[in-house]
């Protein structure tokens, strides 16, 4: 038997016992990051819709998470409860609840349906009972931003274009920080005042995703109300819209919060 036919032979024997191998192999075997079943529902924040996640969703949908982006009227607190329990209540199945900014407060509230099992703040609000955005950032300096704020004749809020680029994104490319500006959810004024009555993160474990370059609400101020619901930190090298500058690192937490969830 010559070299060459010797060689092919062992090729085809070796072949042959990988394939056994693989057909012996148990479906256990497989990554354990499957998580179907488990249903992730994203809420946006103020001067922001629903898109704001669209960087996140992929990588959630390809652990096997059925996920959702909740579209807020950011008309009050009740209203975008309202909304995000609609959305919760379509869901089959154990709920992680996700929110930013302003939408931390949303979640504070909704997430006391019996549906969700964990809640995610990202960049957010965490209000204690009966305590409302204002109350929190009661005695604070006003943020440059403020002054950049326009009303509009139904009292909702915008951001300029200018404070999107240079304090609510300032680490995305400007051409796509513009993209935000021009496609911004007014916020009512009002929701500022409005206050949660019972916070879901007392029976709820929760996550936190802090933002270290954020200029909309602080890092130390984000961190201490992390502190204060006892969540998990997750800090990101972003700016306030780190699902959008950051996507991989939000989702990797929003992951872990769906790993631990049963």
């Known amino acids: 038997m010559n070299t060459l036919l010797k060689k092919c032979l062992a090729a085809a024997v070796m072949f042959g016992s990988l394939l056994s191998i693989s057909a012996l192999t148990p479906a256990s075997a497989a990554p354990n990051d499957d998580l179907k079943g488990k249903n992730v529902v994203l809420v946006h924040g103020a001067f922001a819709d629903g898109s704001s996640w669209q960087k996140v969703i992929p990588l959630l949908e390809a652990k096997g998470l059925h996920v959702v982006a ?8 009740d209203a975008d409860v309202a909304a995000t329990r609609r959305v919760i209540d379509q869901q089959n199945g154990p709920v992680i609840l996700v929110g930013h900014s302003w939408a931390g407060a949303v979640i504070t509230q909704a997430g006391n349906d019996d549906k969700v099992k964990s809640l995610v703040y990202v960049a957010a609000f965490a209000p204690q ?8 950032l009661k005695g604070k300096p006003a943020p440059s931003w403020a002054s950049a704020l326009q009303k ?4 909702y809020l915008t951001l300029s274009t200018d404070a999107i680029i240079h304090d609510f994104a300032q680490d995305l490319p ?3 920080a513009r ?4 496609t911004q959810g007014p916020w009512f ?3 500022t005042d409005d206050k949660v009555t019972q916070p879901a993160w007392q029976n709820k474990p929760s996550w936190f995703v802090e933002t270290e370059k954020d200029r909309m609400i602080p890092a130390a101020l984000q961190d201490a109300m ?7 930190v997750i800090k990101v090298d972003a700016s306030h819209v780190a699902m959008l500058s950051k996507p991989t ?8 919060a769906a790993r631990a969830t049963k």
Not at 130 to 136: E, F, V, W
Not at 152 to 155: E, R, V
């Open 70 to 77: 909740v579209q807020n009227p950011l008309s009050s607190l």
């Open 129 to 136: 009972k009966d305590q409302s955005i204002n109350d929190i």
């Open 152 to 155: 509009d004749s139904g009292g």
């Open 174 to 176: 400007v051409a796509q």
């Open 179 to 182: 993209l935000v500006a021009a």
């Open 189 to 191: 004024a009002g929701c």
């Open 226 to 232: 992390a502190q204060q619901i006892g969540a998990t």
């Open 249 to 256: 690192e939000v989702a990797a937490a929003i992951i872990e």
